[in-house]
Structures are given as C-alpha cells and as structure tokens.
C-alpha cells in the first residue's frame, strides 16, 4: 500500500468520525401554541430527546423506530420528558392528543 492511499484512508477515516461526534447527544425541544420547536432533528446514536411542555395543557408524546417504541403517559404542563434513541434509523415523534404535531429525527 502506497503512503498517499493511507493517507487518503486516514483521511477518510477521521473525516466520518468528526462527522459522528458532530452530532449532539441531547436536544431539548420545546412544545407551545401545539407545535414542536422543531420538525426535524439529528441527533448521535445514543443520544437523548428532552422535551418541555411550555403549554397550560398536557401533550402525550409517542416515538417509533429502530429500538424506540414509546407512548409516553400524558405530560402535563411545566413537566419534562426524556426520550433516550438507542440506534441509528429515523425516529417518528408525534403528540397522541394533537395530530398536527409531528416531528422526524435522523440517529446516526
Ligand atoms: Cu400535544
């Protein structure tokens, strides 16, 4: 093997390894007026959604995908909601009381 093929290799490799650690490992979305802050999120393998209920009156979160099967109990006002995604896949969060709110996360 040549020095510029490792090299071209090395370069490749750290170069997807920056891109992994780019990811966040935690994101905190907000919900108000019925929206999430957000309809599209990416997040590192392993990372955690938190939510935030900002409404006066309680939202109910489902999330769906790779390792992820959740249906929250209702989340009243002022409460907080954690949401850990375990795999790398697209993640669908919608609000079970509000149909409207729907928001799609990419693991990687
Ligand atoms: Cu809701």
Redesign the pocket.
């Known amino acids: 093997m040549t020095n510029r093929l490792l090299l071209t290799l090395l370069g490749l490799l750290l170069g997807s390894t920056a891109m992994a650690l780019s990811r966040p490992a935690e994101i905190l979305i907000t ?1 108000k007026n ?1 929206e999430f802050s957000v309809r599209e999120a990416s997040i590192a393998a392993g990372g955690r959604l938190l939510f935030s209920n900002d ?1 006066d009156f ?3 979160i489902s999330a769906s995908g790779p390792g992820v099967a959740i249906s929250s109990p209702l989340q009243r006002p002022g409460e907080m909601l954690s949401i850990l995604l375990p795999q790398a896949g697209t993640v669908q969060i919608r ?4 149909p409207r ?1 729907r928001l799609t996360v990419q693991v990687d």
């Not at 609000?95 to 509000?98: L, N, S, T, V, Y």
């Open positions: 919900q019925r409404d309680p939202h109910q609000c079970g009381i509000h709110m």
